[in-house]
T-cell receptor, first 111, second 116 residues
Framework: GDSVTQMEGPVTLSEEAFLTINCTYTATGYPSLFWYVQYPGEGLQLLLKATKADDKGSNKGFEATYRKETTSFHLEKGSVQVSDSAVYFCGRGGSNYKLTFGKGTLLTVNP | KAGVTQTPRYLIKTRGQQVTLSCSPISGHRSVSWYQQTPGQGLQFLFEYFSETQRNKGNFPGRFSGRQFSNSRSEMNVSTLELGDSALYLC???????????????FGSGTQLSVL
């Protein structure tokens, strides 16, 4: 069935460091791909999405490119801030009205 | 526009009891989904409703049930609670008939359920 595998954390970085969180998905069909972010005590918020191969989603300095050949959707940011500390979830859509998520990656950015 | 509202925010129950959680979606949204979040399993899909019809159900026992009302508000119920049901239960809504397939989900802050 549908599945998403993302790099397990926790990830701890210093401010202004480069961030990569790896995400791969099962290749059934041509799903939409998403990154959601969860700040402490809150629900998830959509960070970015891509709906077809080679699309690049971007928001708030974060980027991810839909790579069909490697079934990947890695999240990157060139210079992280303390305010980026959160849990990041990679997700894929399907034809059955649900999102399948990875297990989440906790990011902590230190000043 | 008000966001997705979940009540209550926190709930403490004992084993064997039952619980009902409520979710009010964003006005105009007709698709409502429920997810269970735990540290070990991450986010697990429970069910999705659109216009009062359940369109998909996750791999959870029959103790977990839900419904959606004509105003799109949704409830989920867990009967005969077990310790392992302790989790954050998240509700999400979306505007499109396709629901989570391609559209953005808007999540509530969740109900934190603790089973003692």
């Amino acid at each position: 069935g549908d599945s998403v595998t993302q790099m397990e954390g926790p990830v701890t970085l210093s401010e202004e460091a480069f961030l990569t969180i790896n995400c791969t998905y099962t290749a059934t069909g041509y799903p939409s791909l998403f990154w959601y972010v969860q700040y402490p005590g809150e629900g998830l918020q959509l960070l970015l999405k891509a709906t077809k191969a080679d699309d690049k989603g971007s928001n708030k300095g974060f980027e991810a490119t839909y790579r069909k050949e490697t079934t990947s959707f890695h999240l990157e940011k060139g210079s992280v801030q303390v305010s980026d500390s959160a849990v990041y979830f990679c997700g894929r859509g399907g034809s059955n009205y649900k999102l399948t998520f990875g297990k989440g990656t906790l990011l902590t950015v230190n000043p | 526009k008000a966001g997705v509202t979940q009540t209550p925010r926190y709930l403490i129950k004992t084993r064997g009891q039952q619980v009902t959680l409520s979710c009010s979606p964003i006005s105009g949204h007709r698709s409502v989904s429920w997810y269970q979040q735990t540290p070990g399993q991450g986010l697990q899909f429970l069910f999705e409703y659109f216009s009062e019809t359940q369109r998909n159900k996750g791999n959870f026992p029959g103790r977990f049930s839900g419904r959606q009302f004509s105003n799109s508000r949704s409830e989920m119920n867990v009967s005969t609670l077990e310790l392992g049901d302790s989790a954050l239960y998240l509700c999400a809504s979306s505007s499109d008939r396709e629901g989570a397939t391609n559209e953005k989900l808007f999540f509530g802050s969740g109900t934190q359920l603790s089973v003692l």
